[in-house]
């Protein structure tokens, strides 16, 4: 039956995330994508976005007490997700994504913005709904789940746009972001994952 595979734990096969919505449960990790990203997902991250000059200090004035009033994780010990938003200039970045130049950021912490492809960043899940591992069947799943909400960002957001040969142009990015290192150290980067993106 709907939900009985994939997120057998939910009553009445829904979940709720915070923001008015309501997961609808699925049979399979691309089912759930397609019936939950626009219609939860994406306005999850939007409603609750907070301005990335505005997150960031907070985290780094109490990582735990931010993470706890604006961001979701999957279980104890494990990095908060965040949604997000974001003003600035694109410049070159890194492998996978583009930097953004964004007024306000602190000293030492620079912003890019994910291209496709999204990979298995788990931000649009974590950020978007509350979901654990312990609603799928297995860890597979919950991972394929982040995969094809992915998926249907980077077919969304990048139809028609790239951002690597628009160095120079201002943009307004709205998404998820997960507060990790990727070296293991201090957090010096954001990466955020959009669900929207508005030239000029």
């Not at 978007?128 to 909400?149: H, K």
């Amino acid at each position: 039956m709907l939900g009985a595979l994939l997120l057998g734990g939910m009553a009445a096969s829904t979940t709720f995330v915070g923001a008015g919505e309501a997961v609808v449960a699925a049979d399979t990790a691309v089912e759930f994508a397609e019936l939950n990203y626009t219609d939860v997902i994406v306005p999850s991250l939007t409603d609750r976005a907070v301005a990335v000059e505005e997150l960031v200090p907070q985290i780094l004035t109490d990582p735990d007490a931010t993470g706890e009033e604006l961001g979701r994780r999957e279980g104890e010990g494990k990095p908060y997700s965040y949604p997000v938003s974001a003003t600035g200039t694109i410049v070159e970045g890194s492998f996978g994504e583009v930097g953004l130049e964004v007024d306000g950021m602190p000293e030492g912490i620079t912003v890019g913005v994910a291209i496709p492809p999204l990979g298995s960043s788990t931000a649009l899940r974590d950020a978007g709904a509350e979901l654990t591992f312990g609603d799928f069947v297995n860890q597979t799943e919950y991972q394929n789940v982040a995969i094809e909400l992915n998926k249907l960002a980077a077919a969304e957001v990048y139809t028609d746009l790239d951002l690597t040969s628009m160095i120079g142009e201002q943009i307004t990015v709205v998404g998820g972001t997960t507060w990790v290192s990727k070296t293991g150290g201090e957090v010096t980067h954001v990466t955020i994952v959009p669900v929207s993106i508005e030239v000029g």
